[in-house]
């Protein structure tokens, strides 16, 4: 092996890759393997690092994870799942029980190397159901934790042995919310591992080049071109790769862009000289016709993936390029939330991971050489390749556009009980002087590893940002079948809501592009947009009070790489400016401000 290395075994748990993808940030190469490899396939690397699970009960059987990996003299450090897996197979016991969600405190017991440079304590994030509750005579207590002022304390939230060098940590410090969890990944890695950083974004291109020429061996690259940061970042690798020649560009207008998006994209990829090979083709009307009637989000998806291939399948004919390679600039969240490794529970199918994709991957007809990056990786990545700063900065923007930012409904009263939610959720909001409601629509959200679909709760009161942050963490706490709070930025609190029966149209893209304009050049105008990481603009088919037929919803977020989010709040100017565009157009039923972190909401609201 040219580099050292580190092996992650993937019980299934979302955060695997980027497990792998933080410790290649140390400039170590980092492989995913799969806990039934044979134990063989163990014995290059210099460490091992077992992954969470979305779906592994500890006190279930995993009657294919082959523990003879135990028997290997190489360090062993398990994180969530792992850690209880290490916790049990030397003598410990875990309970079903004890489930934390989010941040945490970590109480450091000992002067440790694996905790290096850090506070005795330490902010962590927590995401499990399940807790280790005793541990074997060979391992020692590292760390315990909290999760408020007075909590109690929770357990073996870190525990290992020096001498068996087996390791582990209830929480996960691969998540940028665990404040230190790139020096903890480092102390393990680097030092406890011994393996020296070799492995840079400069030799990640270049080997990706070398791949990208072996696998197009001779042949061409067809590639559908967003205009967004991974598309175009692929599309200068591809040209990089194969020269322009072999690469053919295609801008499809699936009715679901922004404000003149479409136009601009054309004209920012002529400005990096990709302009000769490009195709642009206004499919709106196939779009449109595949998505008409359908509510589900999932069902929206397939439709717009779907529909994504056939325009291209059309187009690739007309083009008589039929025997192209289809390049795509999918990144490694496309694939994780699809279910992406083996076990991974499906949060949502992106567009570029629908079946006939898949198939056509299995085929070995897909190019992807960005599969193995985040998005701060790309626009690293980019920033290498060239590209210009505004086209890197953009927000990010979902292959299904709009499309999974009107939502949409039968207009039925959802069967679960919203009042009775609405009821439970008055105590939780009074201490905060607030009011609450549960509305009767549903959207996406994920917990643990698991995809949600619940309902959204709107506060109204004036309140400190904190507040707002508090009574949604409160609610979410006490009152099941919520996975979203929003801020009313309306005048008064709606006494009734009516869900109305809502597509995919014309008409409400319009509504949406309109919003979400006003929205982009707010952020532009108070010199935020490049702090925030991505501010979707949401329609919910829902009157208020009888007046209007669409609920409008800011989602301003701060992230790092899109797995975890936190609410970003926005200045009282824009939100007035806001107030003063939005709220005056007449389909508008009311305006309010997502307060939702990730978990338990996801960025988009499908
Ligand atoms: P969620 O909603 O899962 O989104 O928190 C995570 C990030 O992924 C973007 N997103 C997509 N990007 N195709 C894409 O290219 C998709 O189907 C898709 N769905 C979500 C989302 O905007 C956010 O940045």
Same mark, same amino acid.
């Given at each position: 092996?040219?580099?050292?290395?580190?092996?992650?075994?993937?019980?299934?748990?979302?955060?695997?890759?980027?497990?792998?993808?933080?410790?290649?940030?140390?400039?170590?190469?980092?492989?995913?393997?799969?806990?039934?490899?044979?134990?063989?396939?163990?014995?290059?690397?210099?460490?091992?690092?077992?992954?969470?699970? +979305?779906?592994?009960?500890?006190?279930?059987?995993?009657?294919?994870?082959?523990?003879?990996?135990?028997?290997?003299?190489?360090?062993?450090?398990?994180?969530?799942?792992?850690?209880?897996?290490?916790?049990?197979?030397?003598?410990?016991?875990?309970?079903?029980?004890?489930?934390?969600?989010?941040?945490?405190?970590?109480?450091?017991?000992?002067?440790? +190397?694996?905790?290096?440079?850090?506070?005795?304590?330490?902010?962590?994030?927590?995401?499990?159901?399940?807790?280790?509750?005793?541990?074997?005579? =060979?391992?020692? %207590?590292? !760390?315990?934790?909290?999760?408020?002022?007075?909590?109690?304390?929770?357990?073996?939230?870190? @525990?290992?042995?020096?001498?068996?060098?087996?390791?582990?940590?209830?929480?996960?410090?691969?998540? =940028?919310?665990?404040?230190?969890?790139?020096?903890?990944?480092?102390?393990?890695?680097?030092? @406890?591992?011994?393996?020296?950083?070799?492995?840079?974004?400069?030799?990640?291109?270049?080997?990706?080049?070398?791949?990208?020429?072996?696998?197009? #061996?001779?042949?061409?690259?067809?590639?559908?071109?967003?205009?967004?940061?991974?598309?175009?970042? $692929?599309?200068?690798?591809?040209?990089?790769?194969?020269?322009?020649?072999?690469?053919?560009?295609?801008?499809?207008?699936?009715?679901?862009?922004?404000?003149?998006?479409?136009?601009?994209?054309?004209?920012?990829?002529?400005?990096?000289?990709?302009?000769?090979?490009?195709?642009?083709?206004?499919?709106?009307?196939?779009?449109?016709?595949?998505?008409?009637?359908?509510?589900?989000? %999932?069902?929206?998806?397939?439709?717009?993936?779907?529909?994504?291939?056939?325009?291209?399948?059309?187009?690739?004919?007309?083009?008589?390029?039929?025997?192209?390679?289809?390049?795509?600039?999918?990144?490694?969240? #496309?694939?994780?939330?699809?279910?992406?490794?083996?076990?991974?529970?499906?949060?949502?199918?992106?567009?570029?991971?629908?079946?006939?994709?898949?198939?056509?991957?299995?085929?070995?007809?897909?190019?992807?050489?960005?599969?193995?990056?985040?998005?701060?990786?790309?626009?690293?990545?980019?920033?290498?390749?060239?590209?210009?700063?505004?086209?890197?900065?953009?927000?990010?923007?979902?292959? +299904?556009?709009?499309?999974?930012?009107?939502?949409?409904?039968?207009?039925?009263?959802?069967?679960?009980?919203?009042?009775?939610?609405?009821?439970?959720?008055?105590?939780?909001?009074?201490?905060?002087?607030?009011?609450?409601?549960?509305?009767?629509?549903?959207?996406?959200?994920?917990?643990?590893?698991?995809?949600?679909?619940?309902?959204?709760?709107?506060?109204? !009161?004036?309140?400190?940002? %904190?507040?707002?942050?508090?009574?949604?963490?409160?609610?979410?706490?006490?009152?099941?079948?919520?996975?979203?709070?929003?801020?009313?930025?309306?005048?008064?609190?709606?006494?009734?809501?009516?869900?109305?029966?809502?597509?995919?149209?014309?008409?409400?893209?319009?509504?949406?592009?309109?919003?979400?304009?006003?929205?982009?050049?707010?952020?532009?105008?108070?010199?935020?947009?490049?702090?925030?990481?991505?501010?979707?603009?949401?329609?919910?088919?829902?009157?208020?009070?009888?007046?209007?037929?669409?609920?409008?919803?800011?989602?301003?977020?701060?992230?790092?790489?899109?797995?975890?989010?936190?609410? $970003?709040?926005?200045?009282? !100017?824009?939100?007035?400016?806001?107030?003063?565009?939005?709220?005056?157009?007449?389909?508008?039923?009311?305006?309010?401000?997502?307060?939702?972190?990730?978990?338990?909401?996801?960025?988009?609201?499908?």
């Amino acid at each position: 092996m040219k580099h050292d290395a580190i092996a992650v075994i993937d019980f299934g748990g979302q955060y695997a890759h980027l497990i792998a993808t933080k410790i290649r940030r140390l400039n170590v190469l980092a492989e995913i393997r799969q806990p039934e490899d044979p134990v063989e396939r163990f014995e290059k690397y210099k460490g091992i690092i077992f992954s969470g699970s +979305p779906d592994l009960s500890s006190h279930g059987e995993d009657a294919s994870f082959n523990d003879r990996i135990f028997d290997l003299d190489i360090p062993i450090l398990g994180f969530c799942y792992g850690h209880q897996e290490v916790a049990k197979r030397y003598g410990g016991e875990v309970v079903h029980g004890g489930r934390e969600w989010g941040p945490a405190q970590l109480h450091i017991v000992r002067d440790h +190397p694996l905790f290096k440079g850090l506070d005795k304590t330490e902010p962590v994030w927590m995401s499990h159901f399940d807790t280790v509750s005793a541990i074997g005579d =060979d391992f020692e %207590e590292l !760390g315990y934790s909290t999760t408020g002022a007075h909590s109690e304390p929770n357990r073996f939230a870190a @525990i290992g042995s020096d001498k068996l060098r087996r390791w582990g940590f209830q929480f996960h410090p691969e998540v =940028d919310d665990t404040l230190h969890g790139q020096e903890i990944l480092s102390n393990y890695v680097v030092d @406890i591992c011994g393996c020296r950083p070799s492995w840079t974004m400069d030799r990640y291109l270049e080997d990706q080049i070398e791949r990208i020429r072996q696998q197009v #061996d001779g042949k061409s690259v067809f590639l559908l071109i967003s205009g967004g940061v991974d598309s175009s970042v $692929a599309a200068q690798l591809f040209s990089r790769a194969l020269g322009p020649d072999r690469l053919c560009l295609l801008h499809v207008d699936n009715g679901l862009m922004r404000h003149e998006e479409s136009r601009r994209v054309l004209a920012s990829l002529r400005g990096i000289g990709l302009g000769d090979n490009l195709h642009f083709i206004d499919a709106t009307t196939d779009f449109l016709t595949a998505l008409d009637d359908l509510v589900e989000p %999932e069902k929206k998806r397939e439709a717009i993936g779907n529909t994504f291939i056939e325009v291209f399948q059309r187009e690739a004919k007309k083009l008589g390029i039929e025997n192209h390679l289809l390049g795509q600039g999918t990144i490694y969240p #496309d694939t994780i939330e699809t279910g992406g490794t083996k076990r991974a529970d499906t949060i949502k199918t992106h567009h570029n991971r629908v079946p006939l994709i898949e198939e056509m991957i299995t085929r070995g007809l897909v190019v992807e050489p960005l599969a193995d990056l985040y998005k701060v990786e790309v626009r690293e990545l980019g920033g290498r390749l060239g590209l210009p700063r505004e086209m890197l900065d953009r927000h990010p923007f979902p292959g +299904p556009g709009l499309g999974v930012r009107l939502l949409c409904s039968t207009g039925e009263e959802p069967s679960d009980d919203i009042s009775t939610m609405t009821a439970e959720l008055a105590p939780v909001a009074g201490p905060f002087a607030l009011q609450a409601m549960a509305l009767p629509a549903r959207s996406v959200g994920v917990k643990g590893d698991l995809r949600t679909y619940e309902h959204p709760v709107m506060f109204s !009161g004036e309140a400190r940002w %904190e507040t707002l942050l508090n009574a949604s963490s409160a609610a979410f706490r006490e009152v099941s079948g919520i996975n979203r709070c929003i801020w009313n930025l309306g005048p008064t609190h709606p006494r009734e809501t009516k869900p109305l029966r809502a597509t995919v149209t014309d008409k409400r893209l319009a509504l949406l592009r309109q919003a979400d304009h006003a929205v982009m050049e707010g952020l532009k105008r108070y010199g935020i947009y490049n702090d925030i990481w991505q501010c979707p603009t949401v329609l919910i088919p829902l009157q208020l009070d009888g007046k209007g037929s669409e609920l409008v919803v800011i989602r301003p977020i701060y992230s790092k790489r899109a797995m975890t989010a936190v609410a $970003a709040e926005l200045p009282g !100017g824009l939100l007035d400016d806001l107030r003063r565009e939005i709220l005056s157009l007449p389909e508008v039923s009311g305006l309010a401000l997502d307060l939702t972190s990730k978990p338990p909401g996801t960025i988009e609201w499908e």
